[in-house]
């Protein structure tokens, strides 16, 4: 279950920002008429101050690959940028298919989070804004993160946000987990876990017992990997565990389970063929992985010490739709 961003503004209300209202979405208002009615993104605010046009070949800066540009909204330390940025390229290298650039402006919190300012400008192909800021001391929430807007066109986002705890990001380059954990919750605001159901039919049986994805590519490698069935999703945990990540107990150290292994973290080729199933265009590439022997020893060796991100992590869906 993806919740709204009221419910992530109530969750940072003790955020260095503090939120509108004591609590209540900062998004921008806006009339029935200015919702997006019917057909793909019915319900989402339409944002009419952005534009999507065909990158014309020789402007400069443009590039014919998948781009994630990050704003960091408040200055980070070198360590940790280069988290973020080695995250975004670890994703560039798996999603390449171009889309249209967009310019216009993004109003101010528009995500429904504080202390996110207005972007004006051209976005090639997602903006992912940045925020880390005391929140509630190392431990409790984590992180907040999901897209915010989607393209009309094809329901993938443009614009997302990754907001974190100031203590849990300096405790996590620590020990060495930073970018794993980054690359995580990266996924999360390209669609990963948050746009499964979101003008798709990608999971089956949410809030059920055994929650599966039921995308074709996903499946392929999963079978290939000699996994049975289609791909089991998480299904305990609470609703930002389960229906949103792999399971812990058949995938163990893979990246996109809700727990963060100590060592390796590989996105395995179920991981990046998701991507294609949700709609991207995607390099035959994966990490080297191997799905755990299915023995009660080994499930419990992978499921031993590591990083439950589902305790802290609070993902969010789309609020706006760009034609």
Known sequence: MVRSSSYACALLAGALFGCADGGSPVAP??????????GAGAGLVQVPTLQTS??????????RRFDITLRFVVPLSAGQRAAFNGAASRWEHVIIGDKPAITGTIPAGFCGLPGVPAFTGTIDDILIDVVVVPIDGPGGALAVSGPCAVRLSDELPAYGIMFFDAADVSDLEQIGLLNDVVTHEMAHVLGFGTLWSFGRSLLADAGGADPTFDGHGANVFFNVLHGAGPVPVENIGGPETADNHWRESVFG???????IAPGANPLSSVSTASMRDLGYTVAPLSEPYRLPVASASVRALTAAPGLNLTAGEQLIGPVGGIR
């Open 29 to 38: 208002a806006a009339p029935a008429s200015a919702r997006v009615a019917a």
């Open 54 to 63: 065909a990158e014309p070949a020789g402007v400069p800066g443009a590039t």
């Open 253 to 259: 150290n893979e990246l996109m389970t809700g727990f």
